[in-house]
Structures are given as C-alpha cells and as structure tokens.
C-alpha cells in the first residue's frame, strides 16, 4: 500500500463532494492491523462514505501495476451484499499484542457503531441505496472493462475519471462535482429524498416562467425561451463532457479558466448579461411529457426539480463565467430545446 497516498486523494474527493467518511485502512488513523470485512464472504472494505441514504462501499489500492484481478475479487467478495438490510460489517484485529493498539481498536470500534446507527436511521427515513466502488486514482483501466463492471453497478474510478472530477473542481465548484457525481451513479435527486414528503417538482425561486413557444420541427423538436437568473437552475445543469471516461456521452470539453477569467474582466465587469441566448436541451428522461411542465393556456415553463435534468448544449463558458465570477444572481437568456420522443 506504499505511503497511502490514494486514502488522501479519496478524502480530498469526499470532503469536497459533502459526503461524510472513514478510512479504515488509514495508516495514520488506525494502522494497518485493523480491517473492516462484510461478514458473508470475508470482503475487506476499506472506506464507507456516506451522504444523505447514500452508502460507499470503498476498496482503496496504490497499484500502478495490473489491477482489474484486483478489483474483480473486491467485488467477487461483497457480491452478496445486495442492499443496506443484509450488509453486516465487523471488525478484524490481525496484531496479536492487543495491548498496544488497544487504543485504534477503540476508536475503529466507535467509528463502526456510528456507522451502525447512522445505517439504522437511513432504513427508517429513506430508501436505502448501497454503492460498492473501487477506488484506484493511480493506474488508467481499459474502457470495456470499466463499462462491464458499471453494468453491474460496480464503479471503478481510475486516474482518467479521478483527474475529471478533480478538474471540475479546479474549473468550476464542488456543487458541479457533486452533481457529476450524481451522474456517474446515475442517481437522481428523488432517489434522495426522504419517504415522507410528497416529491413535488419545483424549481427554485418561482415555479413557473411565461416563455415564448415556438415549434422547430412540429411534433419533435419545441423552442422555449425566456430570461433567467443563472442559480434558478445551476443544481439541474450538466454538461455532457467528451474528455477521460465519466461519460461517453459527451460532445464537449472542459471548459478553460483562462476563458472565464477574461470573460469576466472584458465583458461581464461591463455588460450585465450577454445578448445572445444559451442553448439547453431539456433532458428526455426526466421531461417526457409536454403537458407536465408547460402550460399552452398560460404559456409557462415549469422546471423539475432534479439533477441533470439540463444538458448545456451552447454556450458553457459564458454559462460558467456567472458562476465563477460569483455573479450567479445575474440574468442569462435561455432557450431550452424538448425532443419529443428522443433518447438523451
């Protein structure tokens, strides 16, 4: 496991996603002759995060060498471990001489009764979802074999999709992280919620827009266009982003701070907004019927309050340069396209 260097990374890659966790195979905090297993196959997991009803099942490696046998068995190990009722953790202590790591055996001890608890509360107030991930930001794995391991809902993150995330941040926010992540999981915002509440859709700040409609194509293709503050809808944006592996999607890079840096001192220290429109697809998934968000009668727009839910199709840099130019609360003129009856 070299200097641990991959458990930084991971924690640097939660803290800044907002999921709470804890590293048992952390040299620093606990030593390595502490382990945490699933019970039913002997699984070593060796990090849980945890957001909201999320839970992180993690392996952690430092290989740079041939790793997918690897990840295959951490896998091949939790395979029964199907969701959060029948996952059942425990402790295992390797040093003989318990006397002198009494101390992190006490503290690994708390941490799996605040896990314990904490699992407790998510099947009473939520509906659970487990995640089991393999965490190598050291070494790049071949696409098809990425792709089969999420088929079965087991993600891997390797050094391409690591550096992608660890971009957003450095480019963007970590709310964009976030939402990125979410996208990598294929999570979604109700997925989320508590089981009480009723899931009404509502964007924030008003809940409806009077748009002006306009049919492209009749019956396939409809135009809504109307101004809009940029942080109505910055929690429902996505961009689908061609560069590393996070999604194969994509058809659009990075965006570059250089970019957004002289868009705010040349034009927006200016100008209040931009006078041409940026263009948004709304996504096929989450809006399939024109009847549930737009009202013909009032012309209004509703937005469903999801993440995702918006891909930016033109326009990402003058997009962006609001949110890092902390200018968020500024009006942006949108057009958002519906493809009746298309895949994303």
Not at 174 to 183: A, E, I
Not at 299 to 312: M, P, T
Not at 320 to 327: A, D, Q, R, Y
Request: charged share 35%; aromatic share 12%.
């Amino acid at each position: 496991m070299g200097n641990y260097s991959s458990n930084n990374l991971l924690k640097n890659l939660y803290q800044n996603l907002g999921f709470k966790g804890i590293i048992f195979d952390d040299i620093d905090s606990l030593g390595p002759e502490i382990k945490l297993r699933e019970e039913s196959k002997g699984g070593e997991v060796d990090a849980i995060l945890i957001y909201k009803n999320i839970v992180c099942l993690v392996g952690i490696t430092e290989s740079k060498g041939p790793i997918e046998k690897e990840s295959t068995k951490f896998f091949e190990k939790l395979d029964k471990v199907t969701n959060l009722k029948n996952l059942k953790l425990k402790l295992d202590v390797s040093s003989k001489d318990i006397s002198k790591i009494q101390k992190n055996v006490n503290k690994a001890q708390g941490f799996l009764k605040t896990i314990d608890k904490k699992v407790k509360e998510i099947r009473k107030d939520y509906s659970p979802i487990l995640i089991k991930m393999f965490f190598c930001p050291n070494k790049i794995i071949e696409d098809e074999f990425l792709d089969k391991s999420k088929e079965k809902r087991n993600f891997i993150i390797d050094k391409d999709i690591f550096e992608y995330f660890e971009e957003v941040v450095n480019r963007l926010d970590k709310k964009f992280l976030f939402t990125d992540f979410m996208y990598f999981l294929g999570i979604r915002k109700v997925d989320i919620e508590k089981k009480s509440p009723s899931k009404v859709k509502k964007a924030k700040g008003d809940s409806t827009h009077n748009v002006t409609r306009l049919e492209l194509e009749k019956d396939k293709i409809i135009m809504y266009s109307f101004p809009i503050r940029v942080d109505e809808i910055s929690e429902f944006i996505t961009v689908l982003r061609m560069c590393q592996k996070y999604n194969k999607k994509g058809f659009q890079r990075m965006v570059k701070p250089t970019r957004l840096q002289k868009i705010n001192d040349l034009y927006l220290r200016y100008n209040e907004t931009f006078p041409n429109n940026i263009i948004i697809g709304l996504d096929p998934q989450v809006y399939k019927n024109e009847r549930e968000f737009y009202s013909k009668k009032g012309k209004e727009f509703r937005f469903s309050n999801e993440y995702n839910s918006l891909i930016l199709i033109d326009g990402q840099h003058r997009y962006f340069s609001f949110v890092k130019g902390k200018k968020s609360h500024r009006v942006i003129l949108a057009t958002l396209l519906f493809f009746k009856g298309k895949n994303e």
